[in-house]
């Protein structure tokens, strides 16, 4: 199981798990992060809280934008949501991309599976070499033995097929009891027999599960996934060029609108000679990136509390030198100062007429700031990004 930055104890306690299970996703390498939901999503559902798990799952994808397919991270995990599936009755919508699986052929598997041995001899142990595989092979083989919570497993599932619910859920609490702070729910999830005790919750008592934690799980890891995901694309943002800076802040803007409104554009670009004219008349050099800014778009259309950017044309140096950038509105404008400070650097000002000013070391900060501030980065990264 994955783990290690979560603080756990010898068993199962929700809310440790919870919290280990956010620290992976906040701390962990994101191709960790579908591993963790889909083993969340899976244990959601046999303590009763499959509509905590298929919202955690539709809202991993909309964040990730990767395949269903991912949330499986191995067989054992893919056949416990097709049983419960079929327990369910249900097929949920964040499923439906996966390609439907053959219970019963798949109940085979599985308990083959949990009636193998199992070695503590680790692939390789020997080396790689024709030899040191042979040796690891009879190795593995001389120490195979059962695995204890598969074997449980597999009890409790001939326990319902022989139709004793009460020794199936004597067996389950036994499972729980020795599963560890993060129980391998897919071991049971897979037993066709069982499917329908957990997907009724049967898990919760054993496992000592209150009332509403799973919408409280799922809750706190979809916020983690979509600050992890604004994290990184925040950090993929500062490596990208001044087109598709603008592009991202259109497309954030865009986010919340109706589907039939149109993406906004760039406005053309300033022509070389308006940006060279412009500072004729501030009697400097612009900022190289704010250059590049009226080179990708002459100016930028208000948005709510952001005010409209100036095209080159309109640009005019006032007391002082500073430039205003901007239109000015009843929250105020932005201006750029010239150099001049300690570090002889352009620097870009809100003043906020209700909140104060703001100063941003370069104009491309202050678009950065912008873009945080509409909440885009992770959505726009993927439909204005380069």
Partial sequence: MLGGFGELGPRFEPRAYADACVADVLLGPPVTHARVIGDVALLLTCVGGSAAADR????????????????????????????????????????????????????????????????????????????????????????????????????????????????????????????GPRPPVAQLAGCRDLAPLLADGALAGPLGVPDGWPDDCAGALAAALRLRQRDQSSEAADDVGMPALVRRVLAARHAGAAEDEPEPAPEPPAPADAIAAAERRIGHRLPDDYRAFLATTDGLPADVVFPRLLRAAELHPSEGG????????????????????????????EVDLGLGSTAHPSFTALLRAHLTLLGGNDAAAGRGGP
Wanted: net charge negative; glycine share 8%; charged share 25%.
């Fill in 322 to 349: 500073v430039v205003v950038i901007s239109g000015r509105s009843e929250d105020g404008l932005i201006t750029l100062v010239p150099p001049g400070s300690a570090d002889d650097g352009w620097r870009v000002v």
């Fill in 56 to 179: 955690l799952c539709e809202r991993w994808l909309v964040v990730t934008e990767q395949p269903a397919t991912d949330l499986l991270a191995e067989d054992a995990a893919a056949r416990g949501f097709a049983q419960l599936f079929a327990a369910r009755g249900t097929h949920p919508a964040w499923a439906r991309s996966l390609s439907p699986l053959d219970v019963d052929a798949e109940a085979t598997t599985h308990r083959r599976w949990l009636d193998r041995t199992d070695s503590p001899i680790d692939p390789g142990a020997f080396g790689t070499s024709t030899a040191g595989r042979v040796v690891t092979g009879l190795a593995q083989h001389a120490a195979a033995e059962p695995n204890p919570l598969k074997r449980l497993a597999a009890r409790a599932a001939d326990a319902m097929a022989d139709g004793d619910t009460s020794r199936a859920k004597d067996v389950l609490a036994e499972w729980a009891e020795r599963a």
